[in-house]
């Protein structure tokens, strides 16, 4: 869960601990791509689209998927879907999801993904 907000980022790793998932979770793409060793597991990439730093959400997810292609991404964002989209679809295995949404949505989102295809 990448998020530079530190209320909406607990909010969402509370929700998500709470629905039985292990949560990794940094304030910007820098701190996220710290976090991870390439040994390690990941099912599902949650981050806030407009994040700080040199990478945003979109591009983090970007080099993520390098490293990993069948990584599932969610884009969380307040603007419109369309800003995250840009000019074409998302990739297979990417979805957006535009605030304001309940924990509800969160919670039905994240198992749907997990899905294989």
């Known amino acids: 869960m990448v998020d530079d907000e530190p209320t909406i980022r607990t ?14 979770e940094a304030a910007d793409a820098a701190a996220a791509l710290a976090l991870l060793a390439p ?3 990941l099912d599902l ?10 990478l945003n959400g979109r591009q983090l997810a970007d ?8 990584l599932p991404v969610l884009l ?8 995250v989209i840009g000019d074409g679809d998302l990739d297979a ?4 999801l535009t605030r304001p949404f309940t924990l509800d949505t969160l919670e039905r ?9």
């Open 11 to 24: 909010l969402l790793v509370d929700a998500m601990l709470a629905q039985g998932y292990q949560v990794l």
């Open 109 to 117: 989102r994240i198992p749907a993904m997990l899905l294989p295809s």
């Open 76 to 83: 969380i964002t307040g603007y419109a879907e369309a800003e």
């Open 93 to 96: 295995g990417m979805r957006a």
């Open 45 to 54: 990439l949650v981050t806030d689209v407009g994040l700080p730093g040199a």
């Open 39 to 41: 040994e390690t597991h």
């Open 63 to 70: 080099a993520l998927r390098r490293l990993r292609p069948q």
